[in-house]
Nanobody
């Protein structure tokens, strides 16, 4: 079992920045890949960014590439999402996830970008 707790969401104007964190606890020895997803009202949940826990290899959705950066601190079992040049369409609840088939999810943190 892995427990994930996100933090760092909030309200920001378009063009601004926010940093999200996700702390993992429990069976952290089994971490392999961690990811950030988001879900906007009326839309399906989408994968935003992912990082290989050991190698640090990253991947991004086309819509956020060059604006968002995913990173991790292995010593703190924490994954981060730095978001810059935010747009109103980035407004969503952001979730971190991990485990086989992303079976573990955090509770989500709201990000609202005003125009």
């Amino acid at each position: 079992q892995v427990l994930l707790v996100e933090s760092g969401g909030g309200l920001v104007q378009a063009g601004g920045s926010l940093n999200l964190s996700c702390a993992a606890s429990g069976r952290t020895d089994s971490l392999d890949r961690m990811a950030w997803f988001r879900q906007a009202p009326g839309k399906e949940r989408e994968l935003v960014a992912a990082i290989d826990w050991i190698g640090g290899i990253t991947g991004y959705a086309a819509s956020v590439k060059d604006r968002f950066t995913i990173s991790r601190d292995i010593t703190k079992n924490t994954v981060f999402l730095q978001m810059k040049s935010l747009k109103p369409e980035d407004t969503a609840v952001y979730y971190c996830a991990t485990g086989k088939m992303y079976m573990y999810w955090g509770q989500g943190t709201q990000v609202t970008v005003s125009s």
